[in-house]
């Protein structure tokens, strides 16, 4: 038998520690939370997407009674971004969650789901997606998706 160990990099940010337009990332997406539609879960969040253009996409959470047919904002803002910008990269993504009338004390991070959506548009692009998980006590920093998802689903 063999044991491997698998390790993840996290950057920890005081947000105003982040550079500016990452700071700017995070509070858009902090904006889509107050659109999203969470009737059922009064779990908000918001994403937003910087393309390798300097656009930013915005997306948010969109829920359905009849589950699992509503959408995580990260894919709402990436796959907004795919359709209207099919050749441009993505940078980075930016994520806020806000429940119970306020923001997330702690970042959260992508489902599964999003994830693996996140890797394929990595692997499109062949260019590496930081992501920013933002939370109201510090910020996580993680350099490319295929840290979030070593053991991924592939071709």
Do not use: W
């Amino acid at each position: 038998m063999k044991e491997q160990n698998i390790q993840m990099a996290v950057r920890i940010y005081d947000f105003t520690e982040l550079p500016l337009n990452y700071q700017k990332l995070i509070e858009l997406a902090k904006e889509q939370t107050q659109s999203a539609y969470a009737l059922h879960s009064h779990f908000q969040v918001g994403a937003t997407v910087l393309l390798a253009d300097g656009e930013i996409i915005g997306g948010n959470n969109q829920e359905n009674l009849a589950y699992p047919s509503g959408l995580c904002a990260e894919r709402v803002a990436l796959f907004y971004a795919n359709s209207q910008h099919p050749k441009t990269a993505v940078k980075a993504i930016a994520i806020a969650a806000f429940t119970n009338g306020t923001f997330t004390e702690d970042p959260i991070s992508p489902c599964g789901a999003c994830r693996q959506v996140l890797l394929e548009t990595e692997t499109r692009f062949k260019q590496d997606i930081e992501i920013l998980l933002y939370g109201k006590k510090e910020v996580f920093v993680i350099k490319r998706v295929s840290d979030l998802l070593p053991l991924c689903f592939s071709k």
